[in-house]
């Protein structure tokens, strides 16, 4: 039975590091043949193996799926080398912008605007091309302004499950993330 179970999880582990993006345990049910609670166990298995310290990676959660990846512990060290092909530079307006959408999606550019108190059009253009932000559909308001919210791509950039996984504002941060009353709704 343990050495089943053990086979089990290496074949989950093997997809996991054969796939370049996280991965559902819908989809690793799917490639290896087992149920979604089986995968859901197997997978706690790998991750109490991998626990161990000779391992420097090990399976994660990651923008809803799961995926290999380095142990935070030694990201420092490897960032410089290995991160520059997969992290992008925002300048601090690109992150600042970012921010207010994440915090307060869905919300207009006009509603960024009124927060950053700028013109943010450069910085919604950068944002959708590197593909951190995405448009969400029109809002149900005068002149049917657009909508914009955060991708996948933004949650695997800042290394995210769920934009539930996002520090929590205090009050006064709240209030300077929230959306101003603004007559388009």
Same mark, same amino acid.
């Given at each position: 039975?343990?050495?089943?179970?053990?086979?089990?999880?290496?074949l989950i582990g093997a997809i996991l590091f054969l796939e370049n993006e996280p991965i559902s345990e819908e989809k690793l049910a799917k490639l290896s043949?087992?149920?979604e609670e089986q995968v859901s166990l197997l997978l706690q298995r790998l991750c109490t193996e991998f626990d161990q310290p000779v391992h420097g990676f090990a399976p994660t959660r990651s923008a809803g799926g799961w995926i290999l990846a380095p142990k935070l512990l030694f990201w420092d060290q490897l960032k410089d080398h290995y991160g520059k092909?997969? $992290?992008m530079k925002l300048s601090r307006a690109a992150m600042e912008t970012l921010a207010i959408i994440a915090y307060s999606?869905? &919300? =207009?550019?006009?509603?960024? $605007?009124?927060?950053?108190?700028?013109?943010?059009?450069a910085?919604?253009?950068?944002?959708?091309?590197?593909?951190? &932000? =995405?448009?969400?559909?029109?809002?149900?308001?005068?002149g049917k302004p657009m909508q914009y919210g955060?991708?996948?791509e933004f949650l695997k950039y800042f290394k995210l499950d769920s934009i539930e996984d996002l520090p929590k504002l205090d009050e006064i941060e709240n209030a300077r993330f929230s959306k101003p009353e603004t007559p388009e709704g």
């Open positions: 039975m343990n050495e089943e179970l053990d086979r089990n999880a290496a043949g087992f149920s092909k997969n $992290e999606q869905p &919300i =207009t550019r006009a509603e960024i $605007e009124a927060i950053r108190g700028v013109n943010v059009d910085m919604i253009r950068l944002l959708v091309a590197k593909n951190l &932000i =995405t448009e969400l559909g029109k809002r149900d308001a005068p955060t991708t996948n």
